[in-house]
């Protein structure tokens, strides 16, 4: 059984800064991402940032400049540093690990969540 262990969400002013971590229990085979969503109230979910296993990135145009993801290989483990935060970042941030296997199905693990809210 694998689990999703997210923490670091909390209360933040305006322009102030979070961290958010997250970490696998149990093994994951074949990881091709790990990356945040986000999904505020009345809203989809959406990509905030993902890493490849070849470490390349991918951000929301909303979060360049301000977030930066970032991995442990020596664990599978996934950081968000987000810094000059905006009342639009508030949400509920959730973890995510997309597999290749089973190829004709790959799975997908999500945390339970971590919520972030800016106040103005």
């Known amino acids: 059984q694998v689990q999703l262990v997210e923490s670091g969400g909390g209360l933040v002013q305006t322009g102030g800064s979070l961290t958010l971590s997250c970490a696998a229990v149990?093994?994951?085979?074949?990881?091709?991402?790990l990356g945040w969503y986000r999904q505020a109230p009345g809203k989809q979910r959406e990509l905030v940032a993902r890493?490849?296993?070849?470490?390349?990135?991918d951000y929301a145009d909303s979060v360049k400049g301000r977030f930066t993801i970032s991995r442990d290989n020596a664990k599978i483990a996934v950081y968000l540093q987000m810094n000059s935060l905006k009342p639009d970042d508030t949400a509920n941030y959730y973890c995510?690990?997309?597999?290749?296997?089973?190829?004709?199905?790959?799975?997908?693990?999500w945390g339970q969540g971590t919520q972030v809210t800016v106040s103005s």
């Open positions: 890493i490849t296993s070849g470490g390349s990135t």
């Open positions: 995510n690990v997309a597999t290749r296997f089973p190829v004709t199905s790959p799975r997908v693990y």
């Open positions: 149990g093994r994951i085979v074949g990881i091709n991402a």
